[in-house]
């Protein structure tokens, strides 16, 4: 008798192991999945990376050297996009076809604009008022011209709210690593603004040495 209860405590014991084991296991997978994220062009590809870290799986929908203007989205990517957490595009002047593919999202996958919130520049507007209207390109073919500049991340202020765009959605999708993602961005963005104060002293520089020279070529001929 005695034995047949040291058995079945032995079982017992033994099971409730297992199940602890069990349970630790899947608590360690569900802690170590990472965030699936899908970005149509390089610049949000990048930007997901330097946020998410290691809490992030990104990957690439167009290949490098794809034209995006008239890209065609394939059932493969539809399918790729489903199975993501998070699909980011640059915006509808970038890739007009971004719309085909959110509207086919069935699963729970989130979608966003990383222009969302960002003022973009009118083109037509931008070159009457700069004159900076080439009237050879004007006879060329017009088939990449856009009533706004879609190259919205060459500017590094466009950047910054790209980046702000992309922290805020995983802090939305992935709560528990809120800080993580933040402190990220953070130092991301420091990053940014060096390069913007950068880009802003170098054209400063060149605008000063442009106009000193038309000044004294000035100067110079009134003295004579």
């Known amino acids: ?15 409730s192991l297992l199940v602890i084991g069990i349970s630790k296991i899947n608590k360690q997978s569900q802690s170590e999945e990472k965030i699936k994220v899908i970005a149509t062009l ?3 590809y990048d930007f997901a990376k330097q946020i998410g870290g290691d809490k992030v799986d990104v990957s690439l929908l167009l290949t490098p050297g794809t034209e995006t203007h008239t890209y065609e989205p394939t059932p ?5 996009v489903n199975k993501a957490d ?8 970038m890739e007009p076809w971004s719309d085909k593919i959110a509207n086919s999202i069935t699963s729970n996958t989130q979608v ?3 222009s969302k919130n960002i003022n973009l520049i009118n083109e037509e507007q931008f070159e009457k008022e700069h004159d900076t209207i080439d009237n050879n390109e004007e006879e060329s073919d017009n088939s990449h011209h856009h009533e706004y500049d879609p190259h919205i991340w060459l500017n590094p202020q466009n950047a910054i709210g790209m980046v702000k765009n992309i922290e805020e959605e995983l802090c939305n999708i992935d709560p528990q ?9 953070e130092n991301y963005i420091n990053q940014l603004n060096g390069y913007k104060k ?3 002293n170098k054209t400063k520089k ?6 000193y020279s038309i000044l004294g070529e000035k100067i110079e001929k009134i003295s004579c």
Do not use: C, R, S, W
């Not at 493969?76 to 790729?80: G, R």
């Not at 998070?86 to 002047?93: S, V």
């Open 1 to 15: 008798m005695k034995k047949g209860i040291t058995f079945l405590i032995t079982i017992i014991l033994i099971f």
């Open 42 to 44: 390089f610049p949000q």
């Open 76 to 80: 493969q990517d539809i399918i790729n």
């Open 86 to 93: 998070l699909y980011i595009y640059t915006g509808k002047y």
């Open 112 to 114: 966003l604009d990383a």
């Open 177 to 185: 690593n809120k800080e993580y993602y933040k402190k990220n961005a």
């Open 198 to 200: 950068y880009i802003e």
């Open 206 to 211: 060149h605008v000063n040495t442009y106009l």
